[in-house]
């Protein structure tokens, strides 16, 4: 089974200043994902990573506010930019592997709060 | 889109005790998968079944798909069983990969 390693696992944050989260896959995946989980709440998609070009963005988020970078098939960055306390979330990325049909796998989720 | 509906929203249990979770989808579905999310956030992979039965140690799941449902079952349940269980499907119209998540069921077993 595939692995995502994700880091940091969590961080205390000031408001008005960025961070940038980390997803390492330890084998190439055709899709990545990025989702939201606010306190209390299921998953919500933020964007599909693109290998190559520019992230697909799902309605409510923008690019200026989660850049998305994905330089290669195995690696992935999310930045939450300009933090509010609203941002206080767990970001979750996952991968597809199309050689085990479509089970998506997670990373260990980064918890963010900010202060 | 899709819709999915999970039941109860919250369980508590009592250890060793057996319990049965619910998903409904509006529609057809290419994947269905079960998490477990830890108390530290970490979602993890309980079964990948768009349809027929699995089994995994004191748990099992069943999807029937024609009638677009799935069901979890926790046999003899521990403390360590505690936390969200989410089911999510991929829509069968939609992104691949794409999961769209239920709203969880908050399992708590007390000792």
């Known amino acids: 089974s595939a692995v995502i390693s994700q880091k940091p696992s969590r961080d205390i944050c000031q408001r008005g200043t960025s961070l940038t989260i980390q997803c390492q896959v330890d084998?190439?995946?055709?899709?990545m994902f990025w989702y939201r989980q606010q306190p209390g709440q299921s998953l919500t998609l933020i964007a599909t990573a693109n290998q190559g070009s520019e992230a697909t963005y799902e309605s409510g988020f923008v690019i200026d506010k989660f850049p998305i970078s994905r330089p290669n098939l195995t690696f992935s960055t999310l930045t939450v930019s300009n933090m509010s306390p609203e941002d206080s979330s767990i970001y979750l990325c996952?991968?597809?592997?199309?050689?085990?049909?479509?089970?998506?796998?997670f990373g260990q989720g980064t918890r963010l709060t900010v202060v | 889109g899709i819709q999915v509906e999970q039941s109860p929203p919250d369980l508590i249990l009592q250890e060793g005790a057996n319990s049965t979770l619910r998903c409904n989808f509006s529609?057809?579905?290419?994947?269905l998968q079960w998490f477990h999310q830890n108390p530290w956030g970490q979602l993890i992979n309980l079964f990948y079944?768009?349809?027929g039965t699995k089994q995994n140690g004191r748990l099992s799941a069943t999807t029937v798909a024609t009638e677009r449902y799935s069901l979890l079952y926790i046999s003899s349940s521990q403390t360590t069983d505690s936390g969200v269980y989410f089911c999510?499907?991929?829509?069968?119209?939609?992104?691949?990969?794409?999961?769209?998540f239920g709203k969880g069921t908050k399992l708590s077993v007390k000792p």
């Open positions: 079944i768009p349809s």
């Open positions: 529609d057809s579905v290419n994947n």
């Open positions: 996952s991968g597809w592997l199309p050689d085990r049909g479509t089970e998506a796998f």
């Open positions: 084998s190439q995946v055709t899709m």
């Open positions: 999510a499907v991929e829509d069968y119209g939609g992104s691949q990969g794409n999961l769209i």
